[in-house]
């Protein structure tokens, strides 16, 4: 049987073909970052009329590219739940249009959850239970993962998602969104020990829980000084420029690393499960697998393309329609997150 999985959370417009046995038939994706880079970040409304232009031509080629037609289809599925209210609106409606039309069933995915199940397409085996660490541009969330149908949110941040830390602090070094990918490249040629930038709550092991706002202030005041938000007059040298993207880079993975480190001793848990579009760090990845050696845990991490924004996470729909989980057509968005869900 084969699902339709449709995603527009934010700024990817995406469709994949998947089937029943989790085979990946075909997998679209349309970003918008040349759009949004003028602006330093995702602008709500470029983003929803951008996936308004995109998403029938996606979902088009996932289906053509699966080498099937849309009768073929057995079941439509789409996020719905979180993201920006614009832009879910517009791969709902798609989704419930061709619901509607083929007289298919219409399944919603979220897309914290579809992000841990990156890890159970990627890799073909069963992945749950687990810890799941959410680590994208909106969120950065601890998940108790009892099955593909329980998750239990346990922990997260209190301020700043880590992508956005990323993507607020390359803006303060004049690097190009999206923030993590070039921090991560600046990086490279940087000193990771250059600047001890603080590890905020990483020495409170009792908290699961992350803050990235104090550690974007610290850069900030690295560049510009105390009570100074005017960029325009600092002049960074390439090497000064890598040494804070490096040195922060270093504090941001150090506090994803430690924290989850804790949550799984004290859930006694040995099986790490991480998506998100940070996840796709190449600093992160290594520190990462340094730790689950080191730690003794088995670690999930999606491939890079599995780790942003994609619509193949999204076959997490498979497990909800075999559960019996099919929507009426009144289903809606939720902008927000559902704890718990
Ligand atoms: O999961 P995602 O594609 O979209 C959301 O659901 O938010 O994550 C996007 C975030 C952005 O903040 C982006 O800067 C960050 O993931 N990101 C990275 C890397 N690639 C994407 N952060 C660090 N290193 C990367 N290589
Ligand atoms: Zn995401």
């Known amino acids: ?32 970052d040349d759009l949004h880079r003028r602006f330093g970040g995702v602008v709500p409304e470029v983003a929803s009329r951008a996936h308004l232009e995109q998403i029938v031509p996606v979902i088009d080629e996932a289906v053509r590219r699966a080498g099937i037609t849309l009768n073929q289809l057995g079941a439509i599925a789409v996020v719905n739940t979180p993201g920006l209210a614009g832009s879910l609106l517009v791969g ?9 039309a083929l007289g298919k069933p219409l399944v919603a995915i979220n897309h914290l959850q579809a992000h841990i199940y990156a890890c159970r397409v990627a890799f073909g085996g069963d992945v749950f239970p687990c810890v799941g660490l959410i680590v994208s541009g909106g969120h950065t969330s601890i998940y108790s993962c009892r099955s593909p149908l329980e998750f239990n949110a ?61 550690l974007k ?9 105390p009570g100074k938000t005017d960029f325009s007059q600092v002049t960074l040298t390439e090497k000064e420029r890598a040494d804070i993207a490096a040195s922060f880079q270093e504090a941001v993975i150090d506090c994803l690393v430690g924290k989850v480190i804790h949550t799984l001793r004290v859930l006694r848990m ?8 940070v996840a796709a760090n190449s600093r992160f990845r290594e520190k990462m697998e340094a730790a689950a050696q080191q730690n003794n845990f088995k670690l999930y ?3 890079p393309k599995l780790c942003t924004d994609n619509a193949v996470m999204g076959a997490i729909a498979v497990e909800r329609f075999k559960a019996g989980l099919v929507e009426e057509l009144d289903l809606d ?9």
């Open 217 to 225: 202030t610290a850069v900030r005041y690295k560049l510009v000084g």
């Open 92 to 100: 709902l409606t798609a989704a419930k249009a061709l619901a509607l």
């Open 1 to 32: 049987m084969y699902f339709l999985t449709i995603e527009s959370s934010c700024d990817e417009t995406a469709a994949a073909v998947v089937t029943d046995s989790l085979d990946v038939c075909s997998s679209v994706v349309a970003s918008q």
């Open 154 to 214: 346990i922990g997260g941040t209190i301020d700043d998602a880590a992508g956005e830390a990323f993507d607020k602090v390359a803006a303060m070094l004049g690097l190009p969104y999206p923030g993590g990918p070039s921090i991560q490249k600046a990086a490279v040629n940087g000193n990771r020990n250059a600047i001890q930038f603080p590890r905020p709550l990483l020495d409170e092991p009792s908290r699961l829980q992350f803050s990235f706002s104090g």
């Open 333 to 341: 968005i939720s902008a927000g997150l559902v704890r718990g869900a």
């Open 301 to 303: 991490i999606a491939p």
């Open 270 to 277: 040995k099986t790490l499960c991480v998506g998100g579009g």
